[in-house]
């Protein structure tokens, strides 16, 4: 989406073994610098005997960061939205709320890893939204050179980000938002496809061999299959 609202709902499982800090998705595009100038990424941070999990969304190379404390070797069900805020002088900016098994995690209960940095509304740029930027679940895999070689590492501020260890299921992307209500009656079935939902990772693949067997199916009706 543009400057709209959008939001993520899946299941994680992580495993104690992630000893660092680990990718779980993201979506974003790099600038001359090699770092990240625009899109979204989700990671986990070691805190003893919990996770950090991580939500950033960059604009122009500007990022709000924004983490909720999750259990290790435990499935959880987590949702995230990115909305616009109005502050007191009517200034509109991007705002990240969790869901945590149902349950809104309140404002005190979330750690703001950019306190002094508000991210204004703004669109992604163009040359985010011009490019076919694929979104990755697990690892930074990004190809260059029309595939000839791939990127495979990731830096979000000053941490570098290596491949999540555990369990993911049920992974739904919408371009909008919904409602605490509306997320728990869905968070224990599958769902169909509908109006805002754009990709619906259901990881329910056969395993074994056949034709195909490397594609992830895409049930959100917009065929973003992935492999």
Known sequence: PENKSFSFEFWLNPSSLNDSTH???QKTNLNSNS?????????LE???DFFNLHFSIYIDSNFID???TIKKDEWQHIAISITNS??????????????LNSIIVEESSITNHTPNINLQNKSFTQNFKKRNIPLSIGRYFIPLNNGQSFLTNITHNNLS?????????????FHKTRSTKTIKKD??????S???????????????????????IDYSGNKLHGI
């Open 86 to 99: 109005k502050l007191q002088n009517n200034q509109i900016n991007k705002k990240i709320d969790f869901v």
């Open 66 to 68: 924004k983490s909720i």
């Open 23 to 25: 990718l779980i998705f």
């Open 161 to 173: 980000l290596s491949s999540y260890k555990g369990k993911i299921d049920e992974f739904r992307h």
């Open 46 to 48: 070691n805190n003893n």
């Open 35 to 43: 770092t990240i100038e625009n899109g979204y990424i989700c990671f």
């Open 187 to 192: 968070m224990h079935k599958n769902i169909f």
């Open 194 to 216: 509908q109006k805002g939902l754009n990709l619906y990772l259901r990881f329910n693949e056969p395993v074994g061999e056949y034709a195909n067997n490397f594609l992830c």
